[in-house]
């Protein structure tokens, strides 16, 4: 157990609908990384935050959007979305004395 | 900007079989360095990790990496490889003072019992 858990663990919607993801750090760690993983795209950084402000932009597309609240838990919202934003969603958070990042167990949406 | 490149992209091997991946990255400067595992249906797990010292570098389940600053190489090595080893193996690099981390595109080992 990573210490940094993700909501829901399933998610199935349709087409055109929208989403938000949730994920909690480790205690004490600032930083949170979303991270989406597909059979085609393999592993895709998409956003960085630390401490509630964003840091690192990835392949992020515009229709995706998250965020960082002051208890540190951040949400990844995801609109109009396509089949091709099926996949499994990663949350992770660093320790930032060295930039290890420990993952959560994922989001596997569905979009039908 | 850093990059990571891992050359296999899928490696098949059978049970006790030595195991090198390989692991480039592109950045001049100093970096911390990672190796990540994926078993079959969960999420990724710190395998080891470099930030200095000895560039020989030992991890859990008998993994080991070695440093090599001049041709910027982190690979992975295992002496005897196991049917529980199937996995993917990223690499990862990270740099600066933003702790942003690099990952390579993966590489799925497949061992045959």
Request: no cysteine.
């Given at each position: 157990d990573s210490g940094v858990t993700q909501t829901p663990k399933h998610l199935i919607t349709a087409t055109g609908q929208r989403v938000t993801l949730r994920c909690s750090p480790r205690s004490g760690d600032l930083s949170v990384y979303w991270y989406q993983q597909s059979l085609d795209q393999g592993l895709q950084f998409l956003i960085q935050y630390y401490n509630g402000e964003e840091r690192a932009k990835g392949?992020?597309?515009?229709r995706f959007s998250a965020q960082q609240f002051p208890d540190l838990h951040s949400e990844l919202n995801l609109s109009s979305?396509?089949?091709?934003?099926s996949a499994l969603y990663f949350c992770a958070s660093s320790d930032e004395s060295s930039g290890e990042q420990f993952f959560g167990p994922g989001t596997r949406l569905t979009v039908l | 900007a850093q990059s990571v490149s891992q050359h296999n992209h899928h490696v098949i091997l059978s049970e006790a079989a030595s195991l090198e991946l390989g692991c480039n990255y592109s950045y001049g400067g100093t970096v911390n360095l990672f190796w990540y595992v994926q078993y079959p249906g969960q999420h990724l797990q710190l395998l080891l990790k470099y930030f200095?010292?000895?560039?020989?570098v030992k991890g859990i389940k008998g993994f080991e990496a070695e440093f090599i600053k001049s041709k910027f190489s982190f690979n992975l090595r295992k002496p005897s490889v196991q049917w529980s080893d199937t996995a993917e193996y990223f690499c990862a690099v990270n740099s600066g003072g933003y702790q942003k981390v690099t990952f390579g595109t993966g590489t799925k080992l497949q061992v045959i019992p």
């Open positions: 392949n992020i597309l515009e979305l396509e089949l091709g934003d | 200095s010292g000895d560039p020989l």
